[in-house]
């Protein structure tokens, strides 16, 4: 039986979709897709209610520049890693 697709799985971002094709499980992928989903629609909130204090606190200009900071160091924090360092394109 074929599942209507929701509308946030059809327009993913092409992070979702960079690493190698191999065969993977459908319950590993159902599972992945899960924990996405459920990281997104949990903390998000959480980054909402830390984010109003501390712009009330410090100034937004100040916020937007330690929110865009935390996003670069987690990404340079993600790179030292073999599997990622590894990655290449594949066609």
Do not use: H, K
Not at 16 to 38: E, K, N, T
């Amino acid at each position: 039986m074929n599942w209507p697709v929701p509308a946030a799985r059809r327009n993913r971002s092409p992070r979702a979709d960079a690493g190698p094709r191999r065969p993977r499980p459908v319950w590993l992928i159902a599972a992945g897709i899960s924990y996405d989903g459920f990281g997104s629609l949990a903390f998000a909130p959480l980054g909402l209610l830390a984010a109003g204090p501390l712009a009330a606190t410090v100034g937004l200009g100040r916020t937007l520049a330690g929110c865009a900071s935390l996003i670069v160091l987690a990404t340079l924090g993600a790179l030292p890693a073999p599997g990622v360092r590894g990655l290449r394109a594949t066609r």
